[in-house]
Structures are given as C-alpha cells and as structure tokens.
C-alpha cells in the first residue's frame, strides 16, 4: 500500500483512523469539540497555518495531505497551555508531535520547514554517538542560515564549550545504542504499517 | 347564621403609636366605620395581642374583624383566623414606611392614615365568609388521553398514589410513540450506552394494575362538565360509547413527526433518506445486526442532519428547536457504531444540544468514532447508491459534497394538541354570524379535536406557542388555563423520553390536586385555597355575554337561553367576569363591586380649597400591591395623597368603580397591573389588557364628565418596581395638581 | 422554637428553594403533612437572587410571591429556616432524621421593624448580592424574606453591637442567648431539593476572576441589574462604577470541562443571552459579545436565540476564550482566544467580562460532611440519580437542580414529579398499615 499517496474521501473515516492507529495519542483526536482553546492557548498560534482543533477537524474531514504537509505540529513548543486548558483533557502537545514525527516518516515535511531541520540534526547528532553534542548541532543549526550570521550568535551566547567541536565523546556503548536505535526503528516502521 | 358583629383592631407597635394618632384612629373606627368593637394594642402581632382578637371571637361573637397594622402581606399567619371575615387596613407599609418624616407632613400622614382605617371597616363590612362552594364534587379519578409513555406514566404513578384512572388509547396498543424505538437514551450514569425503552415492561404494569382501567382503540367524544365532575363520552372505534364521570384530566396525545416530505431539498421522499423515525424501524429490524437499507443494502456510511426543518428563521419549517434530536442522532449513530465500528457516522450539527449528562453521551460517541461536524447542509439529492450531501463545514470554512449510503433527518416534533383555539374561535366568531362555510369548518375543526371540550372557549387547551399545549408560566410549569386538565409530554413542550416521564409524573400530581380541590370547593393556582367563588344575580342579567367570552378559564357557559352558567370548579377566582359585568351582577362573597366600592367610598374627600388631591390607586394583590409593600421596605417615600387598594387583578376592575370615585371628588386613578402583551405576566392571562382596552373606552365617559383623560392611568408594575413605582406616584400627583382638581368635589 | 412533632406521615423536604417550595406545596395542596427545612435564613433560593429569566424577562419574585401566599394560607406544611440534615437512619416509609437548628437569635415575636439595623454599626458581606454590596449586622436577607423576621449575624452576638441591637428591639425579639439545637424528627419520604451552587470561578485560573476586578460571575451580573441589587440596577463597573458599556459573555466557565465540571449546566447560555437584553435596556451604547462553544437554546427558547441574534447591539464569537489579560492603564479586560468559524484570532478588549458560571449541586457540600446517605445514588458530577434498591425500597428522591442541572420551569416539574413520588410512599405504607 503506498500509504503517502493515499487520498481518503473526505469525511470517511480512513484517515482518521490512520491517525488513530499511527500516530503517538492518535486516538484521542476524535474526542475534540471543537471549542477553540488549544488554538487560543498557543503562544506560537500567530505563526501558524492551523490550530490543534483546526487540524483535528481536518483529520476528521480526510484531509490528509494537508494535515501532514501542515507546518502546524512543527511549530510546538511544548508549553502544554492547550493540554492544561483542554476541556477534554485531549493531550494535545503529543498529538502534535505524534503528528510531526509521522509525517516525518512519511516524508511529508515542509520543505525547509526549520523545525523539522532541527529535530532532524538533533535526532542525528544523537543516534551517531549516542548522547547529544550541543555545540555541533548548535553550531549545525546556526550555520544553516549562513556562516557570518551563525558566527555572531555562537560567540555572542558565549555558552558552549568550543572544545567539543573536537569531536566530542560517545556513550560507552556506541554501537549497542545504534543497534538499539534500529531496532526500535524497525518495531515502530512496522507499527505503523510503513514496512513489512 | 348569627348576626354579624364588627370589630376593629389598630396596632400601635412598630413606631405607629408614635407618629399616628391612634386615638382618633379609634374613633374613626367606632363612629365612622361603625364597629361594634374598637380595640388599640401596642404589639397586635404579640401572643397577647392575637389572644385578645381570639377571645373576642370566642366571648363577643365577633365575625368581622378590620386589623390596622401592617400590611396583608405581613403577620399573615399570626392574624389568621379561621371562620372570620378579616380585612387589614394598611397602617405601617402603606403609611408609616412611605410618608416623608417630619412634622410638616403629620397632617397628611394622619388623614391617610384615617382613610385606610375607614377602608378597611367599609370593606369588612360588605364582607361575607365564603362557605366553599356547595356544589361539591365526588368523583376523585383520574382520565389519562394517550398511551405512550407520558400516558401511561401518568397512569400508573397516579395509580401508584391511590387513584382510580381510566387510560384512553387511540390505537389498539398502549407504547405510543416509544414503542417504535429500538433503544432509548440512557437516563442515568454512566450515560455512554442507548437503553432498552423500558415500554413493554411499562405497558405490562399498566395493564395489569388493578386500579387502571383501559380503554383501546378508543377516543373521546365529548368532554363536559368541569374538575372533580368531568362527563366524558368515550367512543370505541368498534362504534359504542361510553360514559363515565371523571375529576381530572391528563392529555398526553404525544407528537407526530414533522414531515420529511416537506423538506425535499434535504432529500425528504427519497428513498435513501430517512427521518430518525425511520431509522428507527431500521434498527428495529436489524435487531442490533448491521442495519440495512429499505434496499436491503447494509449501511456502511450514514450522515445525520440535524436541525432538519427546524430552527428555521424563514417561515417555512419549524422554528423551534424539539431539543431530543441531537441526543436521539447520537444514539442512532450508536446503533451503527455497536454493530459495525467500521460504518462511517457523521453528525451535521450546528450548535450540538446535549445539555446536562448528554454531555457524557456525546463523549461517549466521540469515543466509539461517531464524527461530529459543524456545519450546514443546503442540499441532499439522491444518487445512484445512496446519497450526496452538500454542506459547508463551519469550522474549516469550506463547501463539500459528500456521499453516504444512507441520510437521516433529524426532523422536529409536532404538537398533537388539537384544535388551535385562535383559530377556532375566528371561525366559530364567523359561524355565529351565520356564516355557513365558517360553520362547514366549525364542524370539521370539531372532528380534529383531542378533547372534545363542549366549553364555550373551544374544545380543546389553548396553546401558547408552536401548537404546543403549553402553560406560560415559568413558575408554575403545569398552570394551565383549563382547570383540572393537564398536558403532559411532548404535547406541552418538545422533549425527550426522560423529560416526558418527569413530566407526566408531575401532570399526574396536578390531576390528583385537582380532584382534591374540586372536592373541597377550593381553587387551584394562583388563588389556591380560595373558597369564594363568583355568585350571580341571574334576574338581573342582560345576556350580554361579556363574561362568558372574557372568562380567562372558560368557566362561563351559556345555557339555553344564553344566560351565564357558571361552573365554580374551573373558575380561577380571578374576577374578571366580574370587572366585565356592565350591570354588576357577578360578585365573590368576599371580593365584590361592594366590597371595594365602599372603600372607595369611604375615603374623605377634602374640599378642592384645601388643596389635597385623592388619588385611588387599584393595584394588582401578585405585583403591584407587592411592589408597593416593599417600596414601604425600603423607606421610598411618596405621596400621601394616594389610597392604594389591592384587587384580584385588574381584569377584575368594574368601570363602576373608576366613575364612582371620579363622581365623589377623587382627582386621579392609578390602575397597576403587570405587564401585558404576548409576553404577559398576568396569571390570570388577560387582566392587564382588558383593563387597558376597558380604559380606552372610559375616554367618552370623561369628556362626558368635563373630566380629562389624563385622570385615569393605566400602568404596568413589575414586583421588583419598589423604587420606580414610587417615582410613578410622585409624578402622577405633580401632573394631576398641573392639570388642577377635580372639579366633581363636594357632588358625590 | 417550638419544634413540630412529626410522624411518619410526613414527607421532609430539604431545601427552600423555587424545587423545595414546590415539592412542600404540591405535596400540601394534595393534603399531605410537610416539613420544609432550608438552611439559611429564608426561604426562596437562588431564583430569588435572579432579577428575570428567560425567556419572558419576568421576575421570580413574581412567583415567590404566590409560591409565598400560598406557603402562609396553607397549614399542612411547617417551614423550619436556619436548619439542616445531619443525619438519616431508617427506611422508606419510617426514617429518623436528624436536624441541626441554628440560632438566628431573633424570635417570632420580630416584626421586621428594622429598629435593630438601624442601631447596629457592624457591617457583613451581603450574601444576597453576593457580597458586592455590605449590609449591617442586624439584617433581613432580602425583602421579599421568609420568614419577614430580622436576623442577628453571630458576629455580634457576644459584643456591645449585639447589645446594642438587643436594646433597640421594641418587642423584645432579640435573643443573645439562643443556642444551636439538635431535633430528630420521624417521616415517611424525603425530597432531596438541595439546589445548585456557582462553580467557584477562582478555580477558573486562566480567567483571572480572581485577580481582575472587571471579571465577574452571571450571578453577580444578576444583581448588578436588580433595581433592587447593590447598583440600584446599574451595570456599573466593580474597579471605578462606570457604566459597562462592552461585556463580554463567557459560556461554560466551568462547565463542560473535565477540569471542571464534566456537564453541561444548561441554563448558561440561555441566561447569557437574557443579560444581553438587561445590557440594551440599560439603554446608551452598550455592546454584548457571547463568546461560546454551542447555543443551547432549547425548544422555544430557540425563538429567544433568534430575537438577541437578530439584536444590533449582540454579537457572537464561536470560540472557548483561552485566557484574559488585563489592560492595566483602564482595568479592561483582553480576551485572547480564536474563533474557530473560520480560524480568526482575536484579542478583543472589553470593559467587563460576565462568566457564565456552571451549576454545581450543593449536595457536595453534605457529601464532604457525610451527611448524605450511602444509598442515596449519585452521578458523576454528584446529583441525586436517586434511591438505591429500586421502586419497592426508594423513599428518597432528588428534586430540581439537585438532581440535575435544570432551569427553573424544569426544577418545578422535577420537584412536582418528587413530590408525587413521596406521596406514594405514604400511601403505600399506610396502606399496608391498614389493620
């Protein structure tokens, strides 16, 4: 099944369901009513495409393209005010990772979109030595906006230890931590239905 | 009888003793109002006090006693004495509280004062015990019309008190509309599942209770009489009758679905569409399987249209909401969900109306996967596998066609009430005119009656809004304007199987108060308790019929020789048959154009030299009088030109006590009821407007008078108008001393 | 205070409010024996406290006052005020219930002079208006109070202000020394018409109820427009008593919020949409604004919705606000949320925000001093289900709001329908008496 491709029409609940079955507290999307406070919550809500609720109606309506082509999960900061205001208690900071991280997988991002392009140095930076070096995937989220802009920030936060651009150290079982890394990639590829 | 012996009591506590002369109070008792007894104490309301009154009573043979203390409102109870004519002459509230302090006003303080104590003796003396009606009633069962649920609740919990009922059916089965249900909402915690309805174990326990007596595939044929003495023939649809008697009456004749093929652009009459009734039947026989199509189809996607034909601001369908529909649509949602979680359900909504627990239900569809949207459809058509659905989402802000198996209209529900009374009484108007097409329609519009009333006002309960046989009141849910008969479930008001059942467990207790009442000769609400009742002098009666048709209650019937027949049992007490009265005929033992005719009289008119105007008000006893009362509470002030007498309702306000207080020198009158109109807070419905339209027509009297209009007003007085109303008192003396005295003082 | 002696052919009735009075007097008027015990001093109830109600705009103290007439003409029911349930032992039919009497201090022989109040100097909240307004020491509750006696607040009791009061009575009412009593009475059925209390709306963080001046509750707004409330029947303001002239109506603050209260208390939306109209007949330029999830207009009240719809001066917002903040320069309220019709974020300033606050049954508070029974069936959000042990052992009922979030004409109904359930029970105990 190429799964993004797939087109549910709109209103079935194909694509709903998806979501229920694939992304991390998917099942509680259905359980919104529309009320608004997640959007109203969000101090990030001025920059973005959609609102929680508005993106939950969307799931419902079958919009699958542009639920996950949507910057809008991207864009969480993980304040929790909608999750704490919920009316339905709807763990909605979850859900919009768990939609973040599945349309990742799918390979749906938004092009440039920069929060996927640092979760994606974040997630690389860690799974090759198995903790994070802050400074190398600060200086690598710098210096994606070019190299005299990133230079200013870097010494301006005066924050990082300039010696761990030397390599910096690994956890002591680097190769057990990737081959756990892939395991559980595998298991959750296979959850998801994306392989197999 | 023995002879009436007249006593007056003044109460010099609360400061009265004080600023009156309670002295001279006493004489004017004595020598004025001809009382037999004049006694003064400084604490009336004490244990003393209230003993000497009873001693009196039981030493002196007093029988009429005039309190001047407080207000009627107030020490209530203490001044409560059983088998006395009692009338209280307002000192404190209406004098002490209201007229401004100060030496300066003594004068006029006392002479008010004085003239409520004269007041009171008039009226007590034209006063007469009421003795209760002597047409006591026997019969104490109850007639239920309607089987469905609300009927056969009101059946069997008024059974379960001790009632003897007799339940009328239409069809051939009890169950109603109920019984088409394949589930029903759930009523208690957790509310997450659709119940069973309960209904044949309901009709089992009717049909097997001793003290219920049925009647099937049976209507009425006629209802006569009134409560506590009903006449009702029964008509089987086998073609016999029969007669029974019965005290009180429960309608519940239930609703009947809006018509789906009324909204053909909601695809109503398309084979694919269904109202929630029908999705019922479907359900039904499905039996919890999956539910299929008329087609045989099975049902994998369906869509709810709510608010279909309702909520409608244009005219065309229902404006009302019917309030079930948005729990009844997640309940049919479920019925897909439990069978198949896999069928699609979408709920079209616009505002979801779930109040209470519904709440839980409505999570609870949440949670099996119904879809809830917010939307409005604008266009279903059928095609060739189900259905398309044109709507606009509210939320994402978007037009969308969808496609469905299967469409369910959540349609409203419509009153079966019977006869539209505005109707009928414009048609029955017409055929007593002689019109013969109006009385082809008088006689159709018979055959669609539920009750069969031979009532003068039309045989069936008004309806108050939408066809709904409904009380106007928010108090008093179940005041109806036909004693002794109550509509109970969605023939009263829209609503779901839970409401109905509370409903027609609370129209059973009215029923059963009401045979109460009958057979006790007392009034149902407002005047509840109330023993007098109207006494008419036939012999001098002109037939003018004013009280038959402005009767609020229909208790008037006309006989043979279109005299006035009164039927004591469904009179309210009110008195507006009284106020109609052109030749005060009409009067209550204790409420009559006497007893507050002499008040008006009694009153001393200064010379017009002295410069003091006499101001009559007549208050309403529910709003105004109150209002007034509580003016004195809150130490308003206002003039002490102005005698305030409280009346029934001023439906009850004969014209003859307006130009009698106008020939005797009075210089304005203030007539305050409550308020009027399609929002009226009148209980005894049309009191203020017919004291409004009454007035109107006062106008050729007054010129006739040399008077000017401006001498009678009509007001509207909330209860909570304490403070404004004082201001209305003070204005209108302002203007009447603009305007001058009356010039008819010194004539009467 | 003489206590009544009751037996078990009496039906109790807790609670004295519009269900309370009405479970008493239906059960009365059908002849039964009743006794009515409220706990505060009078009787009447929330209703009494609301100015009108939707959707006639009349008032309760309309109906009060027949419900009032109809309580003093009527022998069959004996009102007890100032007392409570503690406790209820026995069965259907024959329950022993104990009852806590607090002194008012202010005997029947109290003619509502008002010589007390105007003696006393010592101020307390007014209960009756929600404590925006004080009131002295020496009080009657409300003025269309029942019983019409004066009450002396236990502050005073044991100071000179409590002499001082005593001093001023003409008829020796006042009573420094009255003591709490405790009675047990014997009745055959209990009504349960215990009400509803507000939500408590400093729970409502993100509402700052309880730091912002201009946000106040629907039932404070109630008293505001009473000509007889704290303002005369003006909207005015808490922080300066200007005129409001921009509310702002927040629906469900509290309710159908599982941080909250899980229901939906069905009145709100109706009363918000009634105190539009309390906004327009203050007449000048004042401006409503409903910010809601659904309208829950009800049957003909939908025909109420569509009048204020149509009103000019009404504008509605389909949006759970997320939270207010507070304009410091003129204590104006912000309300930040976003209109989902569509996805419109607002930010919109108004001089005074109402909450639209919930109904909670006070039967929660008997539940935290155990004082109800275990077999009385609660739901989720705590009203009264009913009676365990079905039909043949119910002789317990729940009436109004305590049973469920009800409006007015709902609660009459309930409570109408409770008492003819009480009759039963004494008619099917004496029946099976009968020797």
């Not at chain 2, 057979?519 to 004013?546: M, N």
């Amino acid at each position: 099944m190429a799964t993004n491709l797939q087109t549910p029409a709109p209103y079935h609940n194909n694509f709903l369901r998806e979501v229920e079955e694939r992304v991390e507290e998917g099942e509680w999307v259905k359980m919104c009513m529309q009320c608004g406070v997640c959007a109203g919550s969000c101090p990030f809500g001025p920059h973005w495409e959609h609102s929680p609720q508005k993106i939950f109606m969307m799931i419902r309506a079958g919009k699958r393209e542009e639920v996950l082509t949507s910057d809008a999960m991207w864009m969480c900061t993980s304040c929790y005010n909608c999750v704490v205001r919920c009316p339905r208690q709807l763990p909605i900071t979850h859900i919009m990772h768990g939609l973040a991280s599945y349309a990742h997988r799918l390979g749906l991002v938004p092009k440039g979109q920069p929060t996927h392009e640092f979760a994606t140095m974040f997630w690389n930076n860690l799974a090759k030595k198995g903790r994070v070096n802050e400074l190398k995937l600060t200086l690598a989220l710098y210096f994606k906006d070019g190299l005299v802009a990133g230079i200013k920030t870097v010494v301006l936060a005066k924050r990082l230890n300039p010696m761990e651009i030397f390599g910096g150290h690994a956890i002591k079982d680097l190769k057990g931590f990737q081959a756990i890394i892939a395991k559980a990639r595998e298991i959750e590829d296979k959850k998801q239905g994306l392989t197999g | 009888m023995a002879d009436n012996k007249f006593a007056a009591y003044i109460c010099a506590g609360c400061g009265i003793g004080e600023t009156l002369d309670v002295k001279s109070l006493e004489k004017i008792a004595q020598k004025e109002g001809k009382m037999a007894l004049v006694k003064s104490h400084p604490f009336l309301c004490s244990e003393e006090g209230v003993k000497t009154i009873q001693d009196d009573i039981a030493n002196e043979s007093v029988t009429h006693i005039c309190i001047a203390a407080c207000s009627r409102r107030a020490k209530t109870e203490a001044f409560s004495f059983p088998g006395i004519s009692t009338a209280r002459a307002n000192l404190r509230e209406g004098v002490l509280w209201v007229v401004a302090a100060g030496a300066e006003h003594d004068e006029v303080r006392q002479e008010m004062a004085e003239d409520y104590v004269r007041m009171g003796c008039a009226e007590v003396k034209k006063m007469i015990l009421p003795q209760g009606n002597p047409d006591k009633t026997q019969a104490k069962n109850i007639l239920v019309v309607g089987g469905g649920m609300a009927g056969m609740t009101s059946a069997i919990e008024a059974a379960e008190a001790g009632y003897d009922v007799v339940l009328v059916e239409k069809s051939g089965a009890l169950g109603g509309f109920a019984k088409q249900l394949w589930k029903r909402v759930p009523f208690s915690a957790p509310y997450s599942e659709a119940q069973p309805t309960g209904v044949e174990e309901l009709a089992a326990r009717v049909t097997a209770h001793p003290r219920i007596k049925l009647h099937l595939n049976s209507t009425l044929a006629e209802t006569a009489g009134a409560p506590g003495r009903f006449m009702i023939k029964i008509a089987q649809e086998s073609g016999g009758v029969s007669d029974i008697t019965v005290g009180a009456i429960v309608q519940a004749t239930g609703f009947t679905p809006y018509d789906v093929n009324k909204l053909p652009e909601l695809g109503g009459g398309q084979p694919n569409v269904v109202d929630q009734a029908g999705l019922e039947t479907l359900a039904r026989t499905a039996n919890g399987a999956a539910i299929q199509r008329a087609d045989g189809k099975v049902v994998n996607s369906v869509i709810f249209l709510q608010c279909a034909g309702q909520r409608d601001d244009s005219g065309t369908h229902l404006s009302y909401c019917s309030g079930h529909c948005c729990a009844t649509s997640i309940k049919q949602a479920m019925y897909f969900k439990d069978a198949n979680p896999d069928v699609d359900t979408m709920i079209l909504y616009q505002d979801l109306r779930v109040p209470g627990m519904g709440e839980d239900f409505y999570r609870s569809a949440q949670d099996k996967g119904v879809t809830f949207t917010k939307g409005k459809a604008t266009k279903v058509a059928g095609n060739g596998h189900g259905c398309s659905v044109e709507f606009k989402d509210l939320i994402l802000d978007e037009l969308t066609t969808l496609n469905a198996d299967l469409v369910v209209l959540a349609t409203g529900q419509v009153s079966n009430a019977g006869v539209d009374l505005d109707k009928w009484t414009e048609v029955s108007t017409a055929a007593e005119s002689g019109d013969a097409s109006a009385k082809e329609e008088q006689q159709r519009l018979r055959t669609t009656s539920v009750l069969k009333m031979n009532y003068r006002q039309g045989p069936d309960l008004p309806q108050l809004k939408h066809g709904f046989a409904d009380s106007h009141f928010i108090c008093f849910p179940y005041e109806t304007r036909r004693t002794g008969i109550y509509a109970a479930g969605p023939t009263r008001r829209p609503m779901d199987l839970d409401q109905a059942i509370t409903d027609a467990t609370g129209a059973a207790l009215k029923a059963i108060q009401a045979v109460e009442n009958a057979a006790a000769g007392r009034a149902s609400l407002p005047r509840v308790g109330d023993l007098s009742y109207p006494i008419v002098r036939l012999e001098g009666c002109t037939q003018c019929k004013r009280c038959t048709v402005e009767c609020p209650f229909g208790a008037i019937d006309e006989d043979e020789r279109r005299f006035p027949q009164f039927n004591e049992q469904r009179c309210r007490r009110c008195g507006t048959c009284m106020g109609a009265c052109p030749v005060r005929v009409i009067s209550f033992e204790n409420y009559s154009c006497d007893t507050v005719g002499m008040q008006i009289k009694a009153v001393n008119i200064p010379d017009e030299d002295e410069d003091k105007p006499r101001i009559l008000i007549l208050a309403c006893e529910n709003d105004a009088y109150p209002a007034l009362d509580m003016a004195g509470l809150q130490r308003q002030v206002y003039s002490a030109y102005v005698r305030a007498v409280p009346i029934r309702c001023l439906g009850s306000v004969n014209t003859i006590w307006i130009t009698d207080a106008l020939n005797s020198g009075y210089d304005g009158v203030m007539m305050m009821g409550c308020k009027r109109g399609d929002d009226y807070q009148c209980h005894f419905v049309k009191g203020s407007e017919m004291a409004y339209y009454r007035m109107s027509k006062i106008g050729d009297t007054l010129t006739q008078m040399g008077l000017e209009p401006e001498r009678v007003q009509t007001l509207e007085i909330a209860i909570t108008d304490s403070v404004r109303v004082a201001g209305l008192i003070n204005d209108y003396v302002k203007q009447i001393k603009e305007i001058g005295l009356s010039p008819m003082k010194g004539f009467g | 205070m003489t206590v009544p002696t009751a037996t078990s052919r009496m039906i109790l009735v807790v609670g004295g409010g519009i269900s309370g009075i009405t479970a008493a007097l239906e059960a009365a008027e059908c002849g039964q024996q009743v006794m009515l015990v409220e706990k505060t001093p009078t009787l009447g109830g929330r209703t009494s406290q609301l100015y009108r109600y939707f959707p006639k705009m009349c008032h309760p103290s309309c109906g009060l006052e027949i419900n009032l007439k109809r309580l003093r003409g009527n022998p069959n029911v004996r009102v007890m005020t100032q007392t409570e349930v503690v406790a209820v032992e026995g069965k259907r039919g024959d329950y022993r219930v104990s009852l806590k009497l607090t002194p008012r201090y202010v005997t029947q022989n109290c003619t509502a002079c008002g010589k007390c109040a105007e003696a006393v100097s010592a101020e307390i909240p007014d209960a009756f208006n929600y404590g925006l307004s004080r009131l002295k020491a020496a009080y009657l509750p409300h003025a269309m109070a029942y019983p019409q006696r004066y009450v002396i607040d236990p502050s005073i009791i044991a100071t000179a202000e409590g002499q001082k009061a005593k001093a001023a009575c003409p008829v020796n009412a006042i009573d420094l020394e009255m003591v709490e009593e405790q009675v047990e009475v014997n009745v055959g059925a209990i009504v349960w018409a215990t009400g509803w209390r507000p939500y408590d709306a400093n729970k409502i963080q993100p509402y700052g109820y309880d730091r912002f001046p201009n946000v106040i509750t629907s039932l404070e707004f109630e008293r505001l427009a009473d000509p007889r409330g704290p303002t005369g029947g003006k909207l005015l303001r808490p922080s300066d008593g200007q005129p409001a002239k921009n509310i702002a109506f927040i629906q469900c603050a509290g309710s159908r919020d599982e941080n909250h209260l899980r229901h939906c208390s069905r009145v709100c939306c109706m009363a918000s949409l009634k105190q539009t109209q309390y906004v327009r007949e203050a007449g000048g330029d004042g401006k409503s604004t409903i910010y809601y999830i659904d309208i829950r207009a009800i049957d003909r009240f939908e025909d109420f919705y569509q009048m204020v719809q149509a009103d000019t001066t009404v504008s509605f917002v389909k949006s759970k606000v997320a939270r207010i903040a507070l304009n410091e320069a003129n204590n104006n309220p912000i309300l930040h949320g976003v209109d989902t019709e569509g996805y419109h974020r607002y930010a919109n300033e108004h001089d005074l925000v109402v909450l639209a606050v919930g109904m909670e049954p006070e039967i929660t508070g008997l539940l935290a001093n155990g004082g109800l029974r275990a077999d009385i069936v609660l739901d989720s959000s705590n009203f009264i289900e009913g009676c365990a042990g079905g039909a043949l052992e119910a002789g317990m009922f729940g009436a109004g709001a305590a049973a469920s979030p009800l409006d007015v004409n709902r609660s009459v109904q309930s409570a109408t329908a409770a008492s003819l359930k009480a009759i039963q029970v004494l008619h099917k105990v004496a029946s099976s008496e009968v020797v």
